[in-house]
Nanobody, 124 residues
Framework: QVQLVESGGGLVQAGGSLTLSCAAS????????MGWFRQAPGKEREFVGA????????YYADSVKVRFTIFRDNAKNTMSLQMNNLRPEDTAVYYC?????????????????WGQGTQVTVSS
């Protein structure tokens, strides 16, 4: 069982920045592929971005490209999502996810583990 815990959510004005963090309990974190998803009220959970086991490759949804950046620190078992130029439509609960086999995360069917989520609210 792998435990993922998100933190860093909060309220921010449009145009502002926020950084989310995900801490993992897995002893083989450095082999996991990781990803971020978000879910707004009344909507399906959607892909935000992903990062491979080494951090050398990243992937982003078109809606967040350029504005968001994913990075990881395998020595600390953490992954982060740096969000810049936030918009009201970015408001959602953000979830950390992991695939322990190192398979690229693209859809909600790919993760083996999920965090509990952290709320991000962007005011206009």
């Amino acid at each position: 069982q792998v435990q993922l815990v998100e933190s860093g959510g909060g309220l921010v004005q449009a145009g502002g920045s926020l950084t989310l963090s995900c801490a993992a309990s897995g002893r083989t974190f450095s082999t996991y592929s990781m990803g971020w998803f978000r879910q707004a009220p009344g909507k399906e959970r959607e892909f935000v971005g992903a990062i491979n086991w080494s951090g050398g490759r990243t992937y982003y949804a078109d809606s967040v490209k350029v504005r968001f950046t994913i990075f990881r620190d395998n020595a600390k078992n953490t992954m982060s999502l740096q969000m810049n130029n936030l918009r009201p439509e970015d408001t959602a609960v953000y979830y950390c996810a992991a695939n322990e086999r190192g398979v690229r995360i693209t859809t909600t069917r790919d993760p083996d583990y999920w965090g509990q989520g952290t709320q991000v609210t962007v005011s206009s």
